[in-house]
């Protein structure tokens, strides 16, 4: 009889060591689980706040790009408005170019041919040029 005593309180010995390394592992499988649940709940509100920021810059930018937008295209119709100005000038100079091209090569040509007759057709046109350096000075 008091062996099976001793047998049942060693069983009963090992069984209650067994149950408290069971309570140990598992009060540290919970230590572990709340600890990775409060980095959860932090990751989130962390994650949440962000999103927030990042919803509010959108809209912030979506604001500011219709402002911005109309803001460069009234600057662009400016300066297509300015672009076709100088453009219509350089045409209109390009033309008063080639209106004074053409009368300075009517008057050389005058000035050649009253030459020529004054020199009795027989000069050899030399005159003409030093006439232009001339005027060149």
């Not at 049942?8 to 709340?34: P, Y």
């Not at 709940?41 to 912030?60: G, I, N, V």
């Not at 000069?123 to 003409?128: I, L, N, Q, R």
């Amino acid at each position: 009889e008091c062996t099976t005593l001793r047998t049942e309180r060693d069983t009963a010995s090992a069984e209650a060591a067994e149950a408290q390394r069971r309570a140990t592992l598992a009060e540290d499988e919970c230590r572990t689980a709340r600890t990775q649940l409060q980095r959860c709940l932090q990751d989130r509100a962390r994650m949440e706040r962000d999103s927030r920021a990042a919803l509010s810059l959108a809209r912030s930018l979506d604001a500011h790009s219709g402002s911005d937008a109309a803001y460069y295209k009234r600057q662009m119709a400016g300066l297509n408005e300015q672009l076709h100005q100088l453009q219509a000038t350089v045409a209109e100079q390009n033309l008063t170019i080639a209106e004074l091209r053409r009368q300075r090569e009517r008057s050389m040509s005058q000035n050649q041919l009253s030459q020529l007759r004054a020199g009795g057709g027989s000069g050899s046109g030399t005159t003409g040029g030093g006439g232009k350096k001339a005027r060149k000075k």
